[in-house]
């Protein structure tokens, strides 16, 4: 083999993300040193590594996967301006620096293959122009679900629908948490064995809150409804608020909370949003446990398609980073359709599940009621069991179909009766509509 | 936009998924001139429909979605060798005359797409290696799982895994037979209902018997293993002989019973078979329903990969045909993976289920204990209810892994009792093991 045909790589990160890659690499090299025609990655070789205290990161335990003759090193420019490095893998995550960086890849006439969701989500647009005017590829199918090729799966598989819908399941952490609160736990004393087993960062606030799903959301959006949305624009809902009393409610109304991130294209506009949800049990999207993600688009000509799989964690990402490289080593070139900007509401009409917690006494029902009529709300369904302790009662009540925005100015009258001891609970109720094909 | 920018497409076959492709295509044409920029397909055109029979596919309803001058025609030729086709869409099915059609477009320079699950099985290997020397693309996701985007999805965003095993339910009429008979009805009724309403055959065989699974599963093992292997060497066994007290059992034991396709490399071979398992109901693949079809990919490092949704029908698999146009006319090429020849091994080791009907007395215990016992095969369960009445006695009884060879041979003793009032039926448990990643 000539050394022009291997395809040479600046690794930016070598951190879980990051040294998984290299072990991968590192195994189909095994492969292929094997005799195994399709594991061909004596192609593909890591040249550079960039990362801060690089002394530290060479005792790493997979360093052992580098060649040698790696070049280490703390200054980014070593690896962006190499003349020996064909491909930039971007593992650092963030904003900035991140995007000066991957700028520079391309400009420099590079690859770039990156895991940055918030980049993707926040400045895709203009990157992937600065990319085809270079000539160059910028790939991202880690920036979403990690190992569950999504983004491939959409970007060639399903171009040929015209997709209204996506959504799924697309934060690890928050489906780690509510999938074990639904095996019986609280928020907090869970959240703290999400920590612990490294699912959850110390300030789990983009997590739990919504942020990094929104973000995945906003990358899926532009690949699958052709949208150009604004992270900032996107509504998210905490799933700090939800607490075992919801899974008791949601299980009887034959459902379970996950949360959930959709988008919807609407006579064109975007109607989306992040937040936990009631999903019922016959949809795929309550499959999922633990750290899974599934993701789930609905199209017009060939109906819902699900995946499903490893969401997070160094060795699925690493999958999602290796195909991408392999695909740029192969020859390979992805299908890219142009997007449009497009706006995004966040008002939804969906039925809802209003969770109150009550102080029990006469006229409870009729002032809730009063307050959903007032906003043009229809009750579906009432329920309130005993077993609670009469001080502090759990009441819930569904809602036919209703604008989210009719129930948000319910809630703030509800908010502000005498016996609602805390701030009423509103989570949407997803739909479950795939259509039969023929 | 100048016309040598159009994409020309000659149809072979305009019946249920050529004329179904017409309507896709027409609608991203509709959407494109309407300013939507992300379905430019007025760059593909239909210029040949080739059919038997054209003054009647002339009339069909789909017939309006095709532009006034289009060529119809009934020799083959005139689309194989017309200047004006950039791409032969092949949808008439069977390895020959497909294959010297196929050849004949390839060695004419033109790209091919094709859903010929079949051709791809048994000719792919020589088909990929024309296309290669001639510079074209042969396309071909719409020959497994229609609709599911399992074919892109592995070869682009998979590649970076070593993929071990692939499992999975790739034929809908079969799930719709056993799904339907989970909820009550035997299978010569259910099978009526199939083929009244257009999901079998008349003649059920290549899907009930596991031949359309097969080709399909080989065509899978190719992209997902790299295993070339030869269809006729994989083992199939018909659901012909599920009956419904075999639901009531599996649901006992925490499982359904499903048409499922397996292939597994185990050091350098590929242990492959199709047939009706027994499948826990915490596998993805107990999920699918109807006429869906589910892929699971297990890969060495991303761990499981589920993909699944509508696979056959005429507009889910549409998607996928013009997905793979669109990907052809957006300059696209798609990772292509080297495989190599591979034995297939039949005999698989796994638990598995033994029902039998015989006529009550004592000893059938000890007598079906016994011959296990000979082949070297221990008893994980026995189970027998009462309500079926003593004449015909349906008994359950389920193996610790076990070769199947083995059970073979126990259950070729064990027909030849006097107790026995019909062939017993063994059937492999699927194993759940999705390991965690991290």
């Known amino acids: 083999m000539a050394d022009e045909s291997v395809v040479r790589?600046?690794?930016?990160?070598?951190?879980?993300?990051?040294?998984?890659?290299?072990?991968?690499?590192?195994?189909?090299?095994?492969?292929?040193?094997?005799?195994?025609?399709?594991?061909?990655d004596a192609w593909v070789r890591i040249t550079h590594v960039f990362n801060r205290g690089v002394?530290?990161?060479?005792?790493?335990?997979?360093?052992?996967?580098l060649a040698k003759d790696v070049v280490w090193t703390e200054r980014v420019e070593d690896v962006l301006e190499a003349e020996d490095v064909d491909?930039?893998?971007?593992?650092?995550?963030?904003?900035d620096p991140a995007e000066s960086w991957i700028r520079a890849a391309l400009n420099a006439g590079k690859h770039v293959v990156t895991a940055n969701k918030q980049l993707i989500a926040y400045r895709g647009a203009e990157l992937f122009a600065l990319a085809e005017e270079k000539g160059v590829q910028l790939l991202y199918g880690a920036a979403v679900?990690?190992?569950?090729?999504?983004?491939?799966?959409?970007?060639?598989?399903?171009?040929?629908?015209?997709?209204?819908?996506?959504?799924?399941?697309?934060?690890?952490?928050c489906n780690f948490i509510l999938s074990s609160?639904?095996?019986?736990?609280?928020?907090?004393?869970?959240?703290?064995?999400?920590?612990?087993?490294?699912?959850?960062?110390?300030?789990?606030?983009?997590?739990?809150?919504?942020?990094?799903?929104?973000?995945?959301?906003?990358?899926?959006a532009r690949l699958a409804l052709h949208a150009e949305i604004d992270p900032e624009q996107v509504p998210t809902q905490t799933i700090a608020t939800i607490s075992a009393v919801d899974f008791a409610y949601a299980k009887e109304l034959g459902c379970t909370v996950r949360q959930v991130s959709r988008a919807e294209l609407i006579e064109g506009v975007v109607s989306a949003n992040v937040g936990p949800m009631l999903v019922p049990r016959t949809s795929p999207i309550a499959w999922s446990h633990g750290t899974q993600n599934m993701v789930v688009t609905s199209?017009?000509?060939?109906?819902?398609?699900?995946?499903?799989?490893?969401?997070?964690?160094?060795?699925?990402?690493?999958v999602a980073v290796m195909s991408d490289v392999r695909a740029i080593a192969e020859g390979s070139v992805q299908v890219r359709l142009?997007?449009?900007?497009?706006?995004?509401?966040?008002?939804?009409?969906?039925?809802?599940?209003?969770?109150?917690?009550?102080?029990?006494?006469?006229?409870?029902?009729?002032?809730?009621?009063?307050?959903?009529?007032?906003?043009?709300?229809?009750?579906?369904?009432?329920?309130?069991?005993?077993?609670?302790?009469?001080?502090?009662?759990?009441?819930?009540?569904?809602?036919?179909?209703s604008m989210s925005s009719w129930l948000d100015e319910a809630v703030k009258e509800m908010a502000g009766f005498d016996f609602m001891l805390e701030q009423p609970l509103c989570l949407q109720i997803l739909v479950v509509d795939d259509r039969d094909t023929d």
């Open 338 to 401: 142009p997007a449009k900007k497009m706006k995004v509401v966040g008002d939804v009409v969906a039925p809802h599940y209003l969770r109150f917690i009550v102080a029990d006494r006469p006229g409870i029902v009729a002032a809730i009621a009063g307050a959903l009529a007032k906003v043009g709300a229809n009750i579906d369904s009432i329920l309130q069991h005993r077993g609670f302790g009469g001080d502090r009662l759990p009441f819930v009540v569904t809602t036919e179909p």
């Open 9 to 40: 790589v600046g690794l930016l990160g070598f951190g879980t993300v990051g040294s998984a890659f290299a072990e991968v690499l590192a195994a189909h090299g095994d492969l292929a040193a094997h005799g195994d025609p399709a594991h061909g």
């Open 181 to 220: 609160m639904e095996s019986g736990g609280d928020y907090g004393e869970v959240l703290k064995r999400a920590q612990a087993a490294g699912y959850a960062e110390t300030d789990p606030s983009a997590d739990v809150d919504g942020y990094d799903a929104r973000a995945k959301l906003c990358v899926l």
């Open 145 to 173: 679900a990690g190992g569950v090729p999504v983004i491939p799966g959409i970007a060639q598989g399903l171009s040929g629908d015209v997709i209204t819908r996506i959504s799924g399941i697309v934060n690890g952490t």
């Open 87 to 95: 491909v930039v893998v971007e593992l650092m995550g963030g904003l």
């Open 55 to 65: 002394d530290r990161k060479r005792t790493h335990a997979r360093a052992k996967f």
């Open 299 to 318: 199209g017009r000509f060939g109906g819902d398609v699900v995946f499903s799989g490893h969401g997070a964690g160094g060795h699925p990402t690493a």
